[in-house]
């Protein structure tokens, strides 16, 4: 669960000079009533003008001290808070990277961001004002009601009184409102979730002419937020009003007692105002605490979602051994296998592969097994949800196999690291994502220091030089944020590219051609035959003429494989195949 003084601790400094400052600065502030109470009783009432202006230079020394100290705290708390913030949200995207597929479709993308930015954010501004007031306010309190004392102890019970109603009135508030802003929260990532699908959804929108359905959801959910945030609202409301009136009260009470007690000789007019003063700087700071407790209160809601982000365990781990060499771990893996590393010609291996998503009723993948040679290109097709994305996620573990298990030359996949496995496996999918940069720049996420050469050597490969030669700057051509100023074949030819340029051992493509013409898909698949050595190809695909020339064809039907074999073997022995053939060829010739 998430702790905030873990994160707190490479900031100790700040975090005890802070709020030591802060209760400094009211030390002095204290003092202030009973200057004045002097001002009145001797420098008034004698008319001791050189009085006056002694004690007025005091208040005003008072005042300089208490700036100095108050402005020194407020740079060690700032400090302390955004540091804070900083490690915390650094912590969380890592942590967020760490997590499986599994975890980051539970979690949503839209609640993700919301615990990235407004979570942390509400988060650093209760620790700032945590460490300038959790001392002060309590300190101020306290200490006016003991000065109260000094000056009149029938009168200072009126203190007694007036504190604990004032306390029972602040935190019982505070614990009310604590699930409230815990509700408005999951308000808000309803909101954000609407807001994010209408952004990235906006052409689909506009085409299907639902703008006003939209706008109504969207009011409904806003208006859904706003009556919750108003209703959480009014409760905290209530807290200024009801201290106010308590704290009135007090000061009527001290200065019907005070008047009482001058007529009698017990008290003087200054010290009167002293305990007015006093009673007032109460009010003061527990407005404050008020204040100071909605805020934590929003910030405890806002950790707890934290925490709900770092309380996901990963399902899909490194082994233990990754803590070794590369050498080491070389080794353990030969003796995993029982044989030399790479020494097998089998580099893709399925054995009785079981997988489910987690909350389903049914698994996606049931009791798969195939065996793929070193260089092959597999084909994988079948009808919409039949597993396909899933088959080829299990091989860089992006989920992890309920049963059986996958062997990558000859090893278990469960006992690579990520960065062995991964970096011999080159990822192209179905959605093709570019990043905000050159097009260069997209090309060394596959390899960070290839060169000029490699690039357009593999983005040769990938069909893709034409897209280069056609912009002006070449592969220094700035790409917008996901692609948005290429278009969708071109954007798939740049993913493909960028698989290419790492050279990886195991080229997985996953319906990442669909946008491309049949000519050039059937261009691309050769120049991925003929230009690279020795890669293992599996291409997942709709269309039964991208696949037909692999030298192995996986069909899946809900979830199970319904074929394996060539073209040619499948015609003849999976109907399911012949189906997907035939449809699309009376498809083509309907087009004709």
Not at 203 to 209: K, P, S
Request: proline share 2%; charged share 25%.
């Amino acid at each position: 669960m998430f702790k905030i003084t873990y994160y707190l601790k490479e900031y100790k400094k700040e975090s005890i000079v802070a709020p030591l400052f802060k209760m400094l600065e009211a030390s002095f502030e204290l003092f202030v009533p009973l200057v004045m109470a002097a001002i009145v009783d001797t420098g008034i009432r004698n008319r001791d003008n050189d009085y006056i202006l002694k004690m007025g230079g005091i208040l005003v020394l008072l005042a300089v001290i208490g700036l100095t100290c108050s402005v020194t705290a407020q740079y060690f708390a700032a400090k302390a808070s955004v540091g804070f913030g900083k490690s915390v949200r650094h912590d969380l995207f890592a942590h967020i990277n760490s997590l499986s597929y599994a975890e980051i479709d539970k979690a949503g993308t839209s609640t993700l961001i919301t615990r990235m930015t407004n979570d942390i954010n509400q988060l650093q501004s209760g620790v700032n004002m945590f460490l300038r007031l959790f001392l002060r306010s309590p300190f101020i309190v306290v200490g006016a009601m003991v000065m109260a004392f000094t000056v009149d102890v029938k009168a200072a019970w009126v203190f007694v009184v007036a504190i604990p109603l004032l306390s029972v009135v602040v935190f019982g508030i505070m614990l009310y409102s604590i699930p409230l802003y815990q509700k408005v929260q999951k308000a808000l990532d309803k909101v954000l979730l609407m807001t994010r699908e209408n952004l990235v959804g906006a052409r689909v929108v506009r085409a299907f002419c639902r703008q006003a359905d939209e706008e109504k959801d969207y009011r409904e959910g806003s208006d859904v937020l706003m009556q919750m945030q108003t209703f959480v609202g009014k409760i905290s409301a209530m807290m200024n009003p009801v201290t106010y009136i308590i704290v009135n009260a007090a000061i009527i009470a001290i200065i019907w007692i005070g008047g009482v007690q001058v007529d009698v000789g017990n008290l003087t007019q200054g010290e009167v105002i002293a305990l007015v003063n006093y009673m007032s700087q109460i009010l003061v700071e527990l407005v404050k605490l008020a204040n100071l407790i909605i805020l934590l209160t929003k910030a405890f809601a806002c950790s707890k979602r934290v925490g709900e982000i770092f309380a996901m365990e990963p399902s899909v781990v490194e082994p233990i051994d990754n803590v070794l060499g590369e050498d080491e771990q070389q080794k353990a893996r030969r003796a995993i296998a029982g044989q030399q590393f790479k020494d097998t010609d089998n580099k893709v291996e399925f054995k009785n592969v079981t997988f489910t998503y987690e909350g389903a009723k049914e698994p996606a993948l049931s009791k798969i097994s195939f065996i793929v040679k070193r260089g092959q290109t597999i084909g994988i097709i079948g009808g919409t949800g039949c597993g396909k994305s899933t088959l080829i996620n299990l091989i860089p573990r992006f989920y992890d196999v309920t049963e059986g298990e996958i062997l990558v030359d000859g090893v278990n996949v469960k006992d690579y690291t990520f960065n062995q496995l991964r970096d011999s496996i080159g990822v192209v999918p179905q959605k093709a994502v570019l990043f905000n940069g050159t097009i260069a720049d997209n090309m060394r996420w596959g390899k960070a220091d290839a060169t000029k050469e490699e690039m357009e050597k593999a983005i040769a490969i990938a069909q893709g030089s034409d897209v280069v030669a056609s912009k002006k700057n070449g592969l220094e051509e700035v790409i917008l944020q996901g692609g948005k100023n290429l278009s969708g074949g071109q954007r798939q030819r740049l993913t493909i590219a960028r698989a290419l340029v790492k050279e990886p051992e195991i080229l997985i493509l996953d319906d990442s051609a669909s946008a491309l013409d049949f000519a050039t898909d059937a261009k691309l698949r050769k120049a991925i035959k003929e230009e690279t050595k020795d890669m293992t190809v599996f291409i997942v695909s709709q269309r039964a003429s991208s696949i037909k020339h692999a030298d192995q064809i996986i069909v899946l039907e809900d979830g199970e494989m319904a074929g394996l074999g060539t073209h040619e073997e499948l015609l003849q022995t999976c109907e399911v195949y012949q189906e997907i053939v035939k449809s699309q060829d009376d498809s083509r010739k309907e087009g004709k």
